[in-house]
């Protein structure tokens, strides 16, 4: 019997990941932030090289390839940022490639196509002089010759068929001012980059850019001004910043008391640069299209996480199909770091993937039986015949179950595994969970899971929304009825959810159909407000014990706090519905 062949892909950018492969297929993978629980947290890879390596029981002489990436070419300078030991055996070659062509072979590897084009947009890549996919390429406008390593990536355009990613099209941008004259709402990083310019935004209305997807939920509260000009100019294919725009914007936010205050000042502008965000991306993708030579897309970079742009993407443009990786921000780049050195490093053939996204380490009872030592007074631990049917009762009686189970989510939404799952039906567990759970700001909006088989009956969807990167419209008649997942403007972020890909949450929704006649669940990230997701269960019980979470169940079991309640029985029944 042959030795395993292992490759390992890892990432260092700002958000740091790990991916393992045996024999062209994931068996391990992780975000740095999930163990250091510092959201966003990356730089040095020894944690989570080592997490992954623990987690397929193997050792790093194991292995047999390292490919690695991260932003601002900081292997070659030697930058802060990475220094500190690394998982790198003496033995094992390392391979280095650039930045949005692992963004690009990620999502295609993880896509269901055979062949696709492939559009790679964020807030900075790798500089020019770095780029190792600029064979074939036509480059938008070239860098001067004397500071090629002060233009970096903004968006790429590829090929991709049998199992080999060609890249066509490439558009760079020079870095930001960093002289002190730059307006706030300046891109801080590639001066034209449209995820540099929702950054930028994101860090004007909130005083901070740990969660840049809270703009796109404030948009909707928010007015357009027909005279406002544009953000964006689109010339000769280049999407560029009109930085002239900002000049009617001087105020920033300086906190959640000023946020509050100025509420509509905020809405408005969120409103503003989210539409505008829109318009920008439709018309870099119709022109790429015209560059395409397959009618698949897959879409990736930090700016494909904007599930309002890419409904109207699919809506909107010439591609027929979409496909969105459920980590298209640099969470991902080890999974494509990984996939590059199997087949183009290691010459092996493409594996299928089957779609499932949950890469994180399987908890078993020891460790789950461990954490609940940590359990305060005055709750109830049991491991039920029905967990799937008891919890379904919970959550038809109002309660805001925690819900743990396997391997975590890969991506920064919750798919399932480690999420706060709630009854669509009640409005005031929308503002529970928020406010004593979360604690997080009320305008957020809450996601909803769906039956595969049923999400046309809900929502205006055609196909599956597997990794809840999609806005959809709600259908008129089901708006009033499921008001905790339907935002202000009738949309919702779906996730659609099969039986082949997660039998228990298909289960569990089932069930609470069953019950209610909406096969459906309002799903949140198991996080606090500025946190990342649960990783282990030693976490889970620890926020159980600080929140306002009801009951919780983690692999087979299943614990309740005893007296809570939010409020009135949900009026809707399946005689109603």
């Not at 770091?337 to 890469?359: D, E, N, Q, S, Y």
Request: charged share 20%.
């Amino acid at each position: 019997m042959s030795k395993p062949i292992y490759v390992l892909g890892t990432g260092l950018s700002h958000n740091g990941s790990a991916c393992l492969l045996r024999d062209g297929q994931i068996i391990a993978g992780v975000e740095k932030e999930r163990i250091t629980a510092k959201k966003n947290d990356g730089g040095n890879d020894l944690f989570t090289i080592s997490h992954c390596l623990d987690t397929a029981g193997i050792r790093a002489n194991d292995l047999d390839l390292i490919v690695q990436n991260a932003n601002f070419g900081n292997f070659k300078y030697g930058n802060t940022w990475y220094k500190g030991r690394r998982y790198l055996p003496e033995g094992v070659p390392v391979v280095t490639i650039s930045h949005h062509l692992a963004h690009a072979t990620a999502a295609f590897f993880l896509s269901p196509f055979d062949h696709a084009s492939i559009l790679v947009a964020d807030g900075c890549g790798s500089p020019y002089d770095e780029c190792s996919d600029l064979d074939g390429a036509f480059i938008a406008e070239r860098p001067p010759i004397s500071v090629p390593w002060l233009w970096c990536e903004k968006d790429s355009f590829y090929s991709a068929g049998d199992g080999h990613v060609q890249t066509v099209h490439k558009d760079f941008s020079p870095l930001g001012r960093h002289d002190g004259s730059r307006h706030p709402l300046h891109p801080p990083i590639t001066w034209h980059s449209i995820g540099g310019q929702y950054m930028s935004a994101s860090q004007y209305c909130f005083a901070s850019t740990s969660d840049m997807g809270k703009l796109m939920g404030l948009a909707p509260y928010g007015r357009l001004n027909p005279a406002d000009g544009p953000i964006f100019n689109f010339i000769d294919g280049q999407s560029l910043v009109n930085h002239e725009w900002v000049n009617d914007h001087q105020s920033p936010c300086l906190g959640e008391d000023d946020f509050k205050a100025r509420f509509p000042y905020f809405a408005n502008l969120a409103r503003r640069v989210q539409t505008q965000v829109e318009e920008a991306l439709l018309e870099l993708v119709r022109h790429r299209q015209k560059l395409a030579k397959y009618s698949d897309l897959c879409f990736s970079g930090g700016v494909a996480l904007n599930a309002v742009a890419n409904r109207r993407i699919l809506e909107e443009t010439a591609f027929t199909r979409l496909f969105v990786p459920p980590a298209a921000d640099d969470s991902g780049l080890a999974i494509g770091c990984a996939f590059h050195g199997w087949t183009r490093v290691l010459g092996h053939p493409r594996m299928p993937h089957g779609g499932g996204t949950f890469f994180g380490r399987v908890y078993g009872e020891e460790d789950i039986l461990r954490a609940f030592s940590g359990l305060v007074d005055g709750v109830l631990v049991k491991r039920p015949v029905d967990l799937v049917g008891e919890v379904a009762d919970l959550l038809v009686a109002g309660k805001a179950v925690a819900w743990f189970q396997g391997g975590a989510e890969f991506g920064p939404r919750a798919l399932g595994h480690r999420s706060i799952l709630g009854d669509p039906r009640r409005s005031e567990l929308r503002d529970f969970i928020n406010l004593e759970v979360k604690f997080r700001e009320d305008f957020r909006p809450f996601a909803p899971s769906v039956l595969a088989e049923d999400a046309n009956r809900f929502f205006e969807l055609e196909g599956e929304s597997p990794y809840m990167l999609l806005v959809v419209r709600v259908r008129e008649e089901w708006r009033s009825r499921i008001p905790a997942v339907t935002h202000v403007d009738g949309t919702a972020r779906v996730q659609t959810v099969t039986r082949q890909t997660d039998a228990r949450f298909h289960a569990l929704l089932t069930e609470f159909g069953r019950r209610t006649g909406i096969s459906m669940l309002l799903n949140t990230s198991l996080n606090r407000r500025g946190k990342p997701m649960i990783e282990t269960p030693t976490q889970a019980v620890t926020m159980f014990n600080e929140t306002g979470l009801h009951a919780m169940a983690i692999g087979d079991w299943l614990v309740t706090k005893t007296g809570a309640t939010i409020g009135s029985p949900a009026t809707s029944s399946p005689s109603a519905t």
